[in-house]
């Protein structure tokens, strides 16, 4: 199956590049729009194409978009030296493509004013209709529809997610159709319910197996849908007040979870660690989907690189994700009972956090981040122990191989018991501790690997409905409930897709303001005389700062390095700069814009931008 995967992957620059070619002009060779429509197996060809846009793994080579802790570093959770990456202040010159390039606007966590991929699933969704009498029968034609709806639902739920009211085209436009062609935005919750159409199609047509687990099937499908109905589902909750269109998105998202963990195919039977560095992935039960790679076919990524403790994180995570990670009492920091649990020093929060703080950060302060606080979820415990050495290729450069997990059972638990516990919000049944047990104690009951029993790290506490934490922190307009589901989402996903779209979608983009939420201003705690004196030179004196428990700062002015004792202040460290509710969605170019009006039509702009 790897090879086959491999080739698929291997395809794509093929297929994407040659796309236009083969469906807009004669082919120099056989094979062209007139008689490539002939079997299953072309389908399946054809397919492939749209696999590195929508399952990038790890990308591959210096690729960067969708792929986490490279691609993944704007939110509260991450800060750098000097002044924080901002968002927009104003439209661009231009935002259009037609690319099918895989792309990525980091501040939005989403594709550009781009339509190709509707265009190529409409494609081939007009192409499977042609095949309809003869060349497929209803079974493969019910299922390869239920593909290409699939993906189109994905692209338009993730340029939704961007811009919010968008065209939506439901076939081939071709080029004399103007009023088609330079229709203006449709309202988003019409786009969605196309949406939800097309996936409702999906869960009943597309094939639970396709011949191999890691081609697109219905448990693949299912577990995406269930992501992007929780986006769009809290979002017209908490952006729209829309409870009804609400409801509807999230009870979908229910429903697809459902069908993943009631089939009984996956479990948590991995540690965490082993999730991200393993060089094959293909007996993991927790991934429902994976990217392989094979350094002998120059299949291969970097991202392992950048967990290696030599490269450097210019974007980090600081001190407001550290404290979010719960104790492994099942309490915040605050509550806890642990002894040193209240000391945020590495040294004891290793061991008296959540695993998963162990797995995904170095034990010990780096000077590589720009925070101290150093990632090395992405490689395998063997690689983190070359430090000091050569690393081979697979733990250097863009030659890394290790497999990336897609989608994973942790995702589909937790989109599962969210929307369950918003619908409840709504009207809905109440979240039972039965639901918390088949998802986010589950998740807690993951095995741990012998490194990090060695060390003393313990499972966490199974979440308690009759005894939830009252976090001192908890926003008061969220439930007790709703934050822990949510702390749980942020402690399992760090450097992955979630959290900017998580913080997005429930209206919370404030925490990326310093005014409200300091720590995101400040790094992992350090004492410098014991763990960096060679930074006690006089080029540090007044460059070095900590904040005490207390609030107080200390410069370093080369006579009082005993005091260098608190939360590291990144050097020269500003706030970014300031924002309104606008930067929840993208505006489109001016160049777009203009471009409509030169051909007698309006484009409008997204609002707050206009």
Request: aromatic share 12%; net charge negative.
């Amino acid at each position: 199956m790897k090879k086959k995967l491999i080739y698929i992957f291997s395809l794509v620059l093929l297929i994407t590049t040659a796309c236009d070619d083969l469906l807009d002009r004669p082919s120099l060779t056989e094979m062209n729009d007139d008689n490539y429509w002939t079997s299953e197996s072309n389908l399946r060809l054809f397919s492939h194409g749209f696999y590195a846009n929508y399952f990038v793994g790890y990308n591959s080579s210096w690729g960067s978009d969708y792929a986490p802790l490279r691609g993944y570093h704007f939110s509260d959770d991450f800060s750098t030296t000097g002044k924080q990456p901002s968002f927009e202040t104003q439209a661009p010159a231009t935002r259009a493509s037609t690319s099918e390039n895989v792309d990525m606007l980091t501040t939005y966590a989403g594709p550009s004013w781009n339509f190709a991929w509707v265009r190529k699933a409409n494609v081939f969704l007009e192409r499977i209709d042609q095949m309809k009498e003869g060349a497929i029968n209803e079974e493969a034609y019910n299922h390869w529809s239920a593909v290409a709806r699939f993906f189109r639902g994905y692209e338009y739920s993730r340029l939704v997610s961007v811009f919010g009211d968008v065209p939506y085209y439901d076939k081939v436009i071709q080029d004399a159709e103007q009023d088609l062609l330079y229709k203006d935005r449709d309202d988003r919750t019409m786009v969605m319910d196309k949406v939800y159409d097309d996936f409702v199609y999906v869960m009943a047509n597309m094939r639970s197996s396709d011949g191999d687990p890691q081609y697109l099937n219905r448990y693949v499908a299912a577990s995406f849908i269930s992501r992007l109905m929780l986006f769009e589902g809290t979002w017209q909750k908490y952006h729209l007040n829309n409870t009804e269109k609400a409801k509807k998105y999230l009870e979908l998202a229910v429903s697809a979870a459902d069908y993943v963990m009631a089939s009984g195919n996956y479990q948590f039977s991995s540690d965490f660690r082993s999730l991200f560095g393993s060089q094959d992935l293909s007996s993991n039960k927790e991934v429902i989907m994976y990217r392989h790679y094979d350094g002998s076919l120059e299949i291969t990524h970097h991202i392992a690189s950048y967990s290696n403790l030599t490269e450097g994180q210019g974007r980090a995570a600081n001190l407001a994700l550290a404290k979010a990670f719960i104790c492994n009492d099942a309490k915040p920091y605050q509550l806890s009972t642990l002894e040193n649990a209240d000391v945020l020093s590495l040294q004891y929060m290793m061991t008296t956090r959540d695993p998963r703080f162990e797995a995904t950060f170095w034990e010990a302060p780096k000077r590589e981040s720009s925070t101290l606080l150093y990632a090395c979820k992405f490689i395998d415990r063997e690689g983190v122990k070359l430090y000091g050495s050569i690393y081979p290729p697979m733990y250097s450069s863009n030659s890394n191989t290790n497999d990336a997990p897609v989608m994973r059972l942790a995702e589909v638990v937790l989109n599962w018991v969210e929307a369950k516990a918003e619908l409840a919000t709504m009207g809905g049944a109440a979240v039972s501790q039965a639901d918390i047990d088949a998802s986010i104690n589950a998740i807690r009951s993951r095995p741990l690997d012998n490194e990090a029993i060695e060390k003393g790290v313990q499972k966490t506490a199974p979440l308690l409905l009759a005894n939830l934490p009252d976090d001192p922190d908890r926003d008061p307009d969220v439930s007790a409930l709703l934050w822990e589901i949510r702390r749980e989402r942020r402690m399992e996903f760090v450097f992955e897709h979630s959290r900017l779209l998580d913080i997005k979608r429930w209206k919370k983009l404030d925490y990326m303001k310093s005014s409200e939420n300091p720590d995101i201003m400040r790094g992992i705690w350090v004492d410098f005389e014991t763990e960096f004196p060679e930074w006690l030179v006089p080029e540090k004196e007044g460059v070095l700062h900590v904040e005490k428990e207390d609030g107080t700062i200390i410069t370093y002015d080369g006579t009082n390095a005993d005091q260098l004792v608190g939360y590291y202040i990144p050097e020269n460290i500003s706030d970014r700069d300031p924002f309104t509710d606008r930067v929840y969605l993208a505006p489109v170019g001016n160049a777009q814009i203009s471009e409509y009006m030169d051909k007698g039509y309006k484009l409008s702009q997204t609002p707050g931008w206009e």
